[in-house]
């Protein structure tokens, strides 16, 4: 339950705060960034919780990376081919996105570790 509530709530608030650190001042692009959020955690968290059955938190953690990176270039490039053919965003916007992914889904899986357990 608690791994939910991390990843589905304190995740996209968590983007929105990554873009207001980083300097964005559009009002328009903290909704789309809580949503694309949003739909990261959602494919995020589930990987997460199966990795807490298995993996330490010192593997987990940057294994969280790669599926969040992963995942945002897919969630982005899902997303530029609604409604359009195929076109692929460019390489200087992509990699920007991983990291963002990347940075949200490793601290969201760290924040959702059960730190009492003592055999992970």
Known sequence: MKRC???MLLGPALGVLYLVGQGHRDGYVFPIAFFFTLFLCAIAGPVDAVLARVAPIWLRVPAMSIVGAAAAV???VGLSA???PMVLPPPRLMIPIAGFGA???AVCSLLSHDFGRSNA
């Open 5 to 7: 509530l991390v990843f």
């Open 74 to 76: 897919g969630v982005l």
């Open 103 to 105: 940075i949200v889904t």
């Open 82 to 84: 609604l409604g359009k």
